[in-house]
């Protein structure tokens, strides 16, 4: 970290922080491109994102070179906004991923940078701005700032409103953070309004049943949970359960289906994967623990709902290549159907998912 001497500032030039846009009296060492106004917003900017983005931002914030011909220099304006959009989406999931784990502090300033690059690429007034905006509003709720999010969820509906070509996925994700706003507000029934638009719009966007629906079905089940409406409660976070379960468990038979065929015949590593990015894997760990939590307090009731979440947190940690973790819960799900004296056929299931794991564990990785 350099500090910057006023006089090697060109005249007329306003040198902005990256993370408050106050004056700047610093510069990043590294990329020389990145201004701060001390100390505390550079350490945070580097925390969240900057570390992960530096040197890429180098390209875009340095003058063009000077090209012999159109075509040349077509072609590096495409490259530009490539590198742009891409950093557009690196920082977008960053930020998702900070906020899923509670660590909303660490999300502004990727989320700040996911919306400047938006800016530059869509234009001001561009639906696409909408996202960063509703990342910002949803960090800032987390932090208990609601008047701040609630200027940011301002600019996101006035975005909307003035668009004619917003996606059902955008209307989703703003009723969602609508939805948010109005249970920290404790505004419930308008907090229920928005979940529902939130999962009619996930509906038509991706299908009733999809990963990206259940997070209406989740926050709109917290709602009931704290009215003390468990039935109703119950019966969403069944509902979200069967969500995740179908679509981790689709994963998972396909894997399960290779090693019974032993198609992998030279005993490498087989390549889990989840089908997910990190900030969706995230979601699905802050989403299933939160249930999980919920139907362990009531276990003596239906422990067969516990154990059904259990099952599913083993299988997404399998996908994730995290065994330690899947055998962890997997272990957790068999203990409680031997002691509940579930079916034999049960059993072998939780059991046959353990032996998968511990295949997977014993197995070198190349």
Same mark, same amino acid.
């Given at each position: 970290?350099?500090?910057?001497?006023?006089?090697?500032?060109?005249?007329?030039?306003?040198?902005?922080?990256?993370?408050?846009?106050?004056?700047?009296?610093?510069?990043?060492?590294?990329?020389?491109?990145?201004?701060?106004?001390? +100390?505390?917003?550079?350490?945070?900017?580097?925390?969240?994102?900057?570390?992960?983005?530096?040197?890429?931002?180098?390209?875009?914030?340095?003058?063009?070179?000077?090209?012999?011909?159109?075509?040349?220099?077509?072609?590096?304006?495409?490259?530009?906004?490539?590198?742009?959009?891409?950093?557009?989406?690196?920082?977008?999931?960053?930020?998702?991923?900070?906020?899923?784990?509670?660590?909303?502090?660490?999300?502004?300033?990727?989320?700040?940078?996911?919306?400047?690059?938006?800016?530059?690429?869509?234009?001001?007034?561009?639906?696409?701005?909408?996202?960063?905006?509703?990342?910002?509003?949803?960090?800032?709720?987390?932090?208990?700032? +609601?008047?701040?999010?609630?200027?940011?969820?301002?600019?996101?509906?006035?975005?909307?409103?003035?668009?004619?070509?917003?996606?059902?996925?955008?209307?989703?994700?703003?009723?969602?953070?609508?939805?948010?706003?109005?249970?920290?507000?404790?505004?419930?029934?308008?907090?229920?309004?928005?979940?529902?638009?939130?999962?009619?719009?996930?509906?038509?966007?991706?299908?009733?049943?999809?990963?990206?629906?259940?997070?209406?079905?989740?926050?709109?089940?917290?709602?009931?949970?704290?009215?003390?409406?468990?039935?109703?409660?119950?019966?969403?976070?069944?509902?979200?359960?069967?969500?995740?379960?179908?679509?981790?468990?689709?994963?998972?038979?396909?894997?399960?289906?290779?090693?019974?065929?032993?198609?992998?015949?030279?005993?490498?590593?087989?390549?889990?994967?989840?089908?997910?990015?990190?900030?969706?894997?995230?979601?699905?760990?802050?989403?299933?623990?939160?249930?999980?939590?919920?139907?362990?307090?009531?276990?003596?009731?239906?422990?067969?709902?516990?154990?059904?979440?259990?099952?599913?947190?083993?299988?997404?940690?399998?996908?994730?290549?995290?065994?330690?973790?899947?055998?962890?819960?997997?272990?957790?799900?068999?203990?409680?159907?031997?002691?509940?004296?579930?079916? +034999?056929?049960?059993?072998?299931?939780?059991?046959?998912?353990?032996?998968?794991?511990? +295949?997977?564990?014993?197995?070198?990785?190349?």
């Amino acid at each position: 970290m350099n500090v910057i001497y006023p006089l090697a500032v060109p005249r007329g030039r306003r040198l902005c922080c990256e993370v408050c846009e106050a004056p700047a009296e610093r510069v990043c060492g590294a990329c020389t491109v990145t201004y701060y106004c001390g +100390v505390v917003h550079q350490r945070a900017d580097w925390g969240s994102i900057h570390e992960k983005i530096c040197q890429l931002l180098i390209p875009l914030r340095t003058s063009m070179p000077f090209y012999n011909s159109e075509e040349e220099r077509r072609h590096g304006l495409q490259q530009l906004q490539q590198r742009q959009k891409h950093l557009i989406e690196l920082c977008y999931t960053v930020a998702q991923k900070y906020i899923f784990e509670g660590k909303h502090e660490d999300a502004v300033p990727a989320a700040l940078h996911s919306l400047r690059f938006r800016m530059n690429v869509h234009g001001l007034s561009s639906v696409e701005l909408v996202p960063a905006y509703l990342l910002l509003a949803e960090a800032s709720l987390g932090l208990g700032r +609601v008047v701040q999010a609630e200027e940011y969820l301002s600019q996101a509906q006035w975005t909307v409103l003035k668009s004619t070509e917003c996606s059902y996925a955008i209307h989703s994700l703003l009723h969602r953070n609508l939805g948010l706003l109005y249970m920290a507000k404790e505004n419930y029934d308008e907090a229920r309004y928005h979940l529902a638009n939130d999962i009619y719009f996930a509906s038509c966007a991706f299908g009733t049943e999809h990963i990206r629906a259940s997070g209406g079905y989740f926050h709109l089940a917290n709602i009931f949970n704290g009215l003390k409406k468990l039935d109703l409660a119950d019966t969403l976070y069944t509902k979200v359960s069967e969500i995740w379960n179908k679509y981790l468990n689709d994963h998972y038979q396909v894997l399960s289906q290779a090693r019974i065929q032993q198609i992998d015949l030279l005993g490498k590593r087989f390549e889990t994967d989840t089908g997910l990015d990190e900030a969706q894997e995230a979601e699905a760990i802050q989403i299933l623990t939160s249930i999980l939590n919920i139907r362990e307090s009531t276990s003596n009731k239906a422990p067969q709902k516990t154990i059904f979440v259990l099952k599913i947190l083993s299988m997404l940690y399998f996908l994730m290549m995290n065994s330690s973790k899947a055998k962890e819960y997997a272990l957790r799900a068999l203990h409680l159907a031997k002691k509940q004296k579930l079916s +034999v056929q049960e059993q072998d299931t939780i059991q046959g998912l353990l032996n998968l794991i511990s +295949v997977e564990e014993a197995q070198p990785i190349t």
